[in-house]
């Protein structure tokens, strides 16, 4: 069973502060991590993604991946209350198929 | 561009009709993925295409669930004799390619606006 892990929340930061979410996946494999921003109501939206272990950063956005380990996590800086909103982490499985699995989501909620 | 497209944005049924839900993805885009979501989950993978051909089908919770990708573009979810437990938002993605097992920006997915059924 393929699976991707994620705290539902909600966590909850003052503005400014930096969020830090986390993701655990079950299969050593995989090579594409992604994480989405959904917005009460809408469709999930794509905000970052990730292959390599390391850093990577788009603005106040930074993913973190660290594949012996099996996590990907992701940073967001000067944290806004337009930040609030669930965030998805999902995996692209590509041992026997090639399919995304998605966490369950972890609410943030930016405290203004 | 234009984005992935779905219709109809909301659909409400009733119990034992049917019902076919449309996606339009991004033009292009080779891999198309439908998935299901119910309120505080996740996306549930349901089916994805690749071309014409659903290459993985084994999220599609029964037979009353099917889904079509006849021109390799547009694709229709169909569910027969609807049941109440069908009553989630239905969402459709696409990517550039999705039988890579590298990695790259052509896995990137991008979601449409969803469907959201009620079945009362």
């Known amino acids: 069973q393929k699976e991707v892990e994620q705290n539902s929340g909600p966590l909850s930061v003052p503005e400014g502060a930096i969020a830090s979410l986390n993701c655990t996946y079950s299969?050593?494999?995989?090579?594409?991590f992604f994480w989405y921003r959904q917005y009460s109501g809408k469709s999930p939206e794509l905000i970052m993604s990730?292959?390599?272990?390391g850093d990577k950063e788009d603005g106040r956005f930074t993913a973190q991946l660290n594949k012996a380990s099996q996590y990907v996590s992701l940073l967001i800086r000067d944290s806004q209350p337009s930040d609030s909103a669930t965030y998805l982490c999902a995996v692209y499985f590509t041992s026997g198929t090639y399919k995304y699995i998605f966490g369950t989501g972890t609410r943030l909620k930016v405290l203004a | 561009g234009a984005g992935v497209s779905q219709t109809p944005s909301n659909k409400v049924t009733e119990k034992g009709k049917y019902v076919e839900l449309r996606c339009d993805p991004i033009s292009g885009h080779t891999a198309l993925y439908w998935y299901r979501q119910s309120l505080g989950q996740g996306p549930e993978f349901l089916i994805y295409f690749q071309g014409t051909g659903a290459a993985d089908d084994s999220g599609l919770p029964n037979d009353r669930f099917f889904a079509v990708r006849p021109e390799g573009s547009v694709s229709t979810l169909k569910i027969q004799r609807t049941e109440r437990g069908d009553s989630a938002v239905y969402l459709c993605?696409?990517?550039?390619?999705?039988?890579?097992?590298?990695?790259?920006?052509?896995?990137?997915?991008?979601f449409g606006p969803g469907t959201r059924l009620t079945v009362l």
């Open positions: 299969d050593r494999v995989s090579q594409s």
């Open positions: 993605a696409s990517s550039l390619i999705g039988t890579s097992g590298g990695a790259g920006s052509y896995n990137e997915q991008f």
């Open positions: 990730i292959y390599s272990n």
